[in-house]
Every structure is written in C-alpha cells, then in structure tokens.
C-alpha cells in the first residue's frame, strides 16, 4: 500500500497510515502527491491554494549514483505536484563532508521547515542539527533512525542483504556443489545505517563455509571494477561478489567479463534496484540478482514523514520494503525498472 491514496486529507492520511506495508505493483508516480497536498486537496495545488507552504530539504553524500539521482528527482517531482512543498537537494558526491555541511549550513540558515539527511558523519553534523532543532526545524534521518532525530525514513537494509546472501548461496549450491571458489563483498563503513547489506553476507557466508577474501569500502563502478580486477589477480577463484550497490556491482561485472572467465561461473548481485543493475539482471549473465528499493514509496515518505514531524500528526519513522529482481520473475523485473521511467 502506498502512503498516499487519492481523496483523503493529509492529516486523515498520515493519521490511517499502516505499520505494516503490503508490496503492491508499481504505481503510476503521477499519483504521487497527489493526496499529499497540505491543503487537502485532490489535486496538485499551487501555494495560492495552500493554508501554509513547507520547504523540505533532502541531503544524500553519493548524489552520483543513479539510485540517488532518480530518487531526488522523484522527491522533487512529489514536491511539486503537492504544490506546497518545495524540495531542495543537495550537490554532494563521493561523500564529501565539507559539501554536506556546506549545503545543509545553508538550509539551516534559511529556516527550512525540515531537513532530510544521510549524514556522512552524524558526529560532524551533530552542531547543525542542534542549531536546526533549536530554531524549530526538524531533523529526520535517512536509511535509520537515531535518538536525537525527529523522524526517519529508508528502506530495510538488513532485509536487502539477506535477500542477496541467501540468493547467492542457493546458486553456489546448484552451480559449485564441491566449493572451491571464494567471496568479495563491498563495504561502505562510514555509513553505519547500510550495515546490513554488508553484515547480513559476511555472517551467512562465514556460517556456510564461503571464505570472503576481499572486505573493501566501494561503492562507485571506477573502484567496483579495480578491487575486482586486484582481487581475481590474487585468487582466481573469485567466482561471488556482493556490492554494497549496484554501481560497485557493476565495475565487478565488467572486471569479470575482461577477464574472460565464463558468466555460468560467476554470481554477482547489486543492492538498490538502479536501472542498470535490473537491465544487467534481465540480460541473463554473471549478474544474477539486485535488492529493488521501491522509489516512489521511498519518495513518497521523504515527503510524508517530514510534514508529519513538521505538524505533530502522523507517522514520523517509515521503512521501505525490499525486494530481489531476478530471472524467476521476468515481468516483475519489467516493473521494477519502469520506476525509472522511459
């Protein structure tokens, strides 16, 4: 179930709202919004229309990635089409610290209404947030919730790893049943809210025998494809590869594909869901799966949540489910790639 559905106020919504989601096809995003308006209209509204207007800032530090990029583009067209929020984003790329601060210092000089934030490094950022709360501006977390937030939203990180280590571990059985063949898995430790999709690998396949032989911070295709081309150099048995997204799965694609090594040996899955990764999926190779994070429900509570805690009403903490896009369910895969758009 989505967070909106048409006809209800924003206050009735938030107020229905389950605690538990039931994973339903993809929606049209059009619909996005479209009972989110402040002003409880049906419609997207313009600021003429709106008791009060809120401005919504959401900050992520991997902005290059396409998972991000689509998100923020969806946030900012759910902004829009509520027609009383307005969405800023932020620039910030390879986890830049001084960028995040930067564009967040900012926000919070202009007395935004809330603030969204995958925080590079919470402890750097804990003086703006104290500024922030201070003023009134509320400070929602992304991919976790913490003690000093006023809400969070993200997706189950520990359901996402799980989801690709017992994929990847059903396949070794089938395709290397005498073992002989080790593991590689990327990491991003500075951002301790992703943990499970490291975590939840590492302890399955220590638990299974599976020896992991390389352990490294990537999550871009420039160091997915180095650490994969140094690793196979060092254990030519590398046939598993787990990224922590699905950029970093990618560049270790491309490092298996150059080395010639046949894909019915190799299991590579992504976490995400970037449209990349689902086409790498469809195409039948080496990369066999990618943990799917639904955008527009993702989108939909950057915006749900934020007014919530801006109001007093409503759900302020809010998961998105995961799901594994695989071969097995070829038009489901078709949906999760549609989340992207043409």
């Keep these: 179930m989505w967070h909106h559905s048409n006809g209800a106020t924003f206050m009735s919504h938030l107020s229905a709202r389950p605690a538990v989601r039931v994973i339903a096809a993809i929606a049209v995003l059009a619909t996005v919004g479209a009972a989110l308006t402040a002003c409880g209209s049906g419609e997207a509204s313009t600021s003429a229309d709106c008791e009060k207007t809120y401005t919504i800032g959401f900050s992520h530090p991997v902005g290059e990635s396409e998972f991000a990029a689509a998100l923020k583009d969806q946030v900012s067209k759910a902004g829009d089409e509520n027609g009383c929020v307005t969405v800023l984003l932020d620039n910030t790329q390879a986890s830049n610290l001084e960028s995040q601060r930067a564009t967040i210092e900012s926000w919070v000089t202009q007395d935004v209404d809330a603030i969204v934030v995958l925080a590079v ?97 990537c999550a871009d295709q420039e160091c997915g494809l180095q650490i994969t081309e140094d690793t196979l150099r060092q254990h030519p048995d590398l046939r598993v590869v787990i990224g922590i997204n699905d950029d970093a799965a990618i560049g270790a694609l491309r490092a298996f594909e ?55 009403e409503g759900e302020t903490d809010y998961e998105t489910a995961v799901e594994l896009g695989t071969l097995e369910n070829p038009a489901r895969l078709d949906e999760l790639i549609a989340q992207y758009g043409s």
């Design 121 to 217: 490094d919470a402890t750097a950022l804990d003086g703006l947030r104290e500024r922030a709360q201070k003023q009134g501006t509320k400070w929602l977390t992304y991919a976790g919730a913490t003690d000093t937030s006023d809400g969070s939203v993200g997706f189950d990180n520990n359901q996402s790893g799980d989801l690709v280590a017992k994929d990847a571990l059903a396949w070794l059985k089938e395709a290397h049943p005498d073992g002989g063949v080790t593991a590689e898995v990327t990491t991003l430790k500075p951002l301790v809210g992703f943990a499970g999709r490291w975590e939840e690998p590492l302890a399955q396949f220590e638990a299974a025998g599976l020896e992991v032989v390389s352990e490294q911070d």
């Design 258 to 312: 150059n080395a010639g090594i046949d894909p019915a040996e190799v299991y590579i899955a992504g976490q995400d869901g970037t449209r990349e990764g689902l086409e790498a999926v469809k195409e039948g190779g080496a990369y066999r799966s990618s943990a799917a994070i639904l955008i527009p429900d993702l989108a939909a509570s950057i915006i749900d949540n934020s007014l919530a805690a801006i109001t007093g």
